[in-house]
């Protein structure tokens, strides 16, 4: 089963639209993909996805299991705009090899490699992406990002996933007084691990929680953590976890 999926938004307002919901700068499709979010009103994650310009339309490269709610949430802001979503029939081949004609960078680090959209079924060339991840801190949709998340903890910023110069978006206000504090106090950072322990394990500092951990490959892991009490030696079920 594909682990994405690739929908098509055509109509003259489709760019306004997506303008005023995600964010990203729309207008950044005229320089390759485009990687970006929909939040709540409060701030909080609903979906990350890939843009594309295909045409007249744009693509939408989302996680298969975050389809079928974000197509309900588009529609719901969708109104009497002219913008139709729909089944793109395309899928993802994705690499870090030479990329194929066609193939735009991934936008998040030059490390993750390259994406495609053709009618060949989905496919990447067997990169290890737990272990790029891993080593950029970069969050997967249902491991790392959850309808918990804040994108600013979540790294968005430095993953070219979220532009505080495009004006009003949904989430907008509070991602804005998020990046205006003087530090976040939560957010994603690897770890050095030793030992084993399963994604979604509380992390413990002084017999208090300070995070969870999540993705894990070759020594290190995401961890989310509470900064002000991820001091020194930590345990993680069986593992003792640190930072660098």
Not at 179 to 197: M, N, P
Request: glycine share 10%; net charge negative.
């Amino acid at each position: 089963m594909p682990t994405r999926r690739i929908l098509r938004l055509t109509g003259k307002d489709t760019e306004d639209f997506l303008q005023g919901l995600v964010t990203n700068d729309i207008a950044r499709l005229e320089q390759g993909l485009v990687y970006a979010a929909l939040l709540t009103p409060q701030g909080k994650y609903i979906a990350d996805f890939f843009l594309a310009r295909d045409g007249d339309g744009v693509l939408l490269d989302v996680a298969e299991d975050l389809a079928d709610m974000l197509v309900k949430r588009l529609g719901m802001y969708k109104l009497r705009a002219d913008v139709t979503i729909a089944e793109s029939g395309l899928q993802v081949q994705r690499g870090t090899g030479p990329a194929p004609e066609g193939a735009l960078p991934d936008p998040r680090h030059a490390d993750m490699g390259w994406r495609a959209y053709t009618e060949a079924p989905e496919s990447d060339d067997g990169s290890d992406w737990d272990a790029i991840r891993v080593a950029h801190c970069i969050p997967e949709s249902g491991i790392e990002l959850t309808p918990d998340s804040y994108v600013l903890e979540s790294g968005f910023e430095t993953l070219n996933g979220v532009d505080f110069k495009k004006g009003c978006y949904v989430g907008q206000e509070v991602t804005a007084r998020m990046k205006h504090k003087t530090e976040l106090r939560k957010g994603l950072r690897v770890v050095e691990i030793d030992g084993s322990a399963p994604v979604g394990a509380e992390i413990k500092a002084d017999g208090k929680v300070a995070g969870t951990l999540f993705t894990q490959s070759g020594g290190r892991a995401i961890a989310y953590l509470r900064l002000d009490r991820a001091k020194g030696a930590m345990q993680a079920d069986e593992a003792s976890v640190h930072l660098p």
